[in-house]
Each structure stands twice: as structure tokens, then as C-alpha cells.
């Protein structure tokens, strides 16, 4: 029911700055919340930055002070600005939306949920 389409990733010196984006379409008003999450080769995936339906976030400790998420509910695109990118931070990074939200339009069922972007690549060099 939500379909995600992420863009910005690619190859930056560490200091340096990115910008990704992700692009919601289908039923966005039923979104409960959006996050990203990143993969390293031979690690887990973990969670980046988590943002609400009311806007409230939470961030691993290892980004805070250095990433900011955010959202256009206008142009229902999700946004992750990265400031000072570490070698550390290179990984995979995944869009994600769940749901639904407890709302009269909204369907209880779970189906579609969560949905994940394709993940797109983020390299910091040093």
C-alpha cells in the first residue's frame, strides 16, 4: 500500500555531507511512522533516524548531532541530512514506512507493512 523510492546516496569524502530522499506514494495518510536504516558488509542492519506522524524523532547515538530526518507531508518525501560523515558510516541505507496509523480511513490489517526502499549506497572515504 506504500511504495518507497530513495535517491542521494553516493561516494563522499569523510567531513562531507549527503543528503538522502525518499519518496512515499500510495496510501501516505496511513503511515504511522518513517526511519531509516543502514547495513554494513558483515553487520546487522540497524536504525538511523526514526520519525513520527507528530514529528517526533529519535536517532541512534552514533548519528546524533550529526543527522537530521525530516519530512514534506506536502510532497510526501522523507529526508536524511548527513553532516560530517565518518568512514563508519558507510553502509547500505534503507527507506522504511510503517503502519498503519489508528485513523477511520486507515484498514487495521498490517498487510504491506512495513515497506522498505531498495536501499541505495552510501561511501565515506577518508
Known amino acids: 500500500q506504500v511504495q518507497l523510492v530513495e535517491s542521494g546516496g553516493g561516494l563522499v569524502q569523510a567531513g562531507g555531507s549527503l543528503r538522502l530522499s525518499c519518496a512515499a506514494s500510495?496510501?501516505?495518510?496511513?503511515?504511522?511512522?518513517m526511519g531509516w536504516y543502514r547495513q554494513a558488509p558483515g553487520k546487522e542492519r540497524e536504525l538511523v533516524a526514526r520519525i513520527t506522524s507528530t514529528r517526533s524523532t529519535n536517532y541512534a547515538d552514533s548519528v546524533k548531532g550529526r543527522f537530521t530526518i525530516s519530512r514534506d507531508n506536502a510532497k510526501n518525501t522523507l529526508y536524511l541530512q548527513m553532516n560530517s560523515l565518518k568512514p563508519e558510516d558507510t553502509a547500505v541505507y534503507y527507506c522504511?514506512?510503517?503502519?498503519?496509523?489508528?485513523?477511520?480511513?486507515?484498514?487495521?490489517?498490517?498487510?504491506?507493512?512495513?515497506?522498505w526502499g531498495q536501499g541505495t549506497q552510501v561511501t565515506v572515504s577518508s
Open positions: 500510495g496510501d501516505t495518510i496511513c503511515i504511522s511512522a
Open positions: 522504511n514506512a510503517d503502519g498503519p496509523r489508528r485513523y477511520a480511513d486507515c484498514s487495521p490489517a498490517r498487510n504491506g507493512y512495513p515497506s
